[in-house]
């Protein structure tokens, strides 16, 4: 396995905020992270990277403890883009996606087209003479995209697993865009690299995903494969909606259909 997380528990002043959480993602494997806000993806997704030490339990990279990593050995392993990056000097966008070649082997074939690979992965190519700091949203995320698929590419190595982190990452895509970055996750988890991602949206989840981690109340509810994970019971057990469930006549996957017109039924004021 490339990650291991076994009972993993957070709490902050008393409070818990993931409770007794396992899961594993192999080589190859492409494993969404879903639920409510405030269901505890993000401090899940952060214990896995290694920026918080969980409060119980052990999250393992390639069958070592995440803490026990020297920083430049775990950047080389893993490679993590949070849900928002704000910087504080003018970086051109080249600049931005050259952060990730720093933990790599400058001398390693892949260092030199990894940078070239990544643009074309995150659509960004019109940008990389942009300064960073004038970017929109959704621009900056594809740029984060790219800075982290790069460390990747670049810091590969023959026989060593790797994981991508990503937390969030289409929240400010259009829709071309949405799918253009998961298509670019399963082109890495083709050539072995594990990806976990916390998404929102779940019809992108369930036909990008090859399991589905349902988190609700800082625990998980369900994890399995698209097809048992997206249900209506299990959306409703979720989150606290009943929504019809169809299968894709293309690929066989579920996809949700919401009932817009229940929203005439919520009086304000």
Same mark, same amino acid.
């Given at each position: 396995m490339?990650?291991?997380?076994?009972r993993?528990?957070?709490?902050v002043?008393?409070?818990?905020?993931?409770?007794?959480?396992?899961?594993?993602? &192999?080589?190859g494997?492409?494993?969404?992270?879903?639920?409510?806000?405030?269901?505890?993806k993000?401090?899940l997704l952060?214990?896995l990277t290694?920026?918080?030490k969980?409060? *119980?339990?052990v999250?393992?990279?390639?069958?070592?403890?995440?803490?026990?990593?020297?920083? !430049?050995?775990?950047?080389?392993?893993?490679?993590? %883009?949070? @849900?928002a990056?704000h910087?504080?000097f003018?970086?051109?966008?080249l600049?931005? !996606?050259?952060f990730g070649?720093?933990?790599?082997?400058?001398?390693?074939?892949?260092?030199? /087209?990894?940078v070239?690979?990544a643009? &074309?992965?995150?659509?960004?190519?019109?940008?990389?003479d942009?300064?960073?700091?004038?970017?929109?949203?959704?621009e900056?995320?594809?740029? @984060? *995209?790219a800075?982290?698929?790069?460390?990747i590419?670049?810091?590969?190595?023959?026989g060593?697993?790797?994981?991508?982190?990503l937390?969030?990452? /289409?929240?400010?895509?259009d829709?071309k865009?949405?799918? %253009?970055? %998961?298509s670019?996750?399963r082109?890495?988890?083709?050539?072995?690299?594990?990806?976990?991602?916390?998404?929102?949206?779940?019809?992108?989840?369930?036909?990008?995903?090859?399991?589905?981690?349902? %988190?609700?109340?800082?625990r998980? @509810? @369900?994890?399995?494969r698209?097809?048992?994970? !997206? /249900?209506?019971?299990?959306?409703?057990?979720? *989150?606290?909606?009943?929504? /019809?469930?169809?299968q894709?006549?293309?690929?066989?996957?579920?996809?949700?259909?919401?009932?817009?017109?229940? !929203?005439g039924r919520f009086?304000?004021g």
């Amino acid at each position: 396995m490339i990650i291991e997380a076994e009972r993993l528990c957070y709490a902050v002043r008393g409070k818990t905020i993931v409770e007794n959480v396992s899961l594993s993602i &192999d080589r190859g494997e492409l494993v969404v992270v879903l639920g409510p806000n405030g269901a505890g993806k993000t401090t899940l997704l952060r214990m896995l990277t290694g920026e918080y030490k969980p409060t *119980f339990g052990v999250a393992r990279l390639l069958g070592t403890s995440i803490g026990d990593f020297a920083p !430049i050995e775990l950047a080389r392993r893993r490679s993590v %883009m949070t @849900q928002a990056s704000h910087l504080m000097f003018p970086y051109s966008v080249l600049e931005v !996606i050259g952060f990730g070649l720093h933990a790599a082997n400058q001398l390693a074939p892949q260092t030199a /087209t990894a940078v070239e690979r990544a643009i &074309d992965l995150a659509d960004v190519r019109h940008l990389i003479d942009r300064n960073y700091q004038t970017l929109s949203g959704g621009e900056q995320q594809r740029v @984060q *995209f790219a800075r982290a698929v790069c460390q990747i590419i670049a810091c590969r190595e023959e026989g060593i697993g790797q994981v991508l982190l990503l937390d969030e990452p /289409t929240s400010n895509l259009d829709l071309k865009h949405q799918i %253009m970055v %998961m298509s670019a996750a399963r082109a890495l988890c083709r050539e072995g690299v594990a990806v976990c991602a916390v998404l929102h949206d779940v019809n992108l989840a369930a036909a990008c995903a090859d399991k589905i981690v349902m %988190m609700k109340n800082g625990r998980v @509810q @369900q994890s399995a494969r698209p097809a048992e994970a !997206i /249900t209506p019971a299990t959306m409703r057990e979720t *989150f606290d909606i009943d929504l /019809t469930v169809l299968q894709s006549e293309a690929n066989a996957r579920p996809y949700i259909v919401p009932d817009y017109g229940s !929203i005439g039924r919520f009086e304000l004021g």
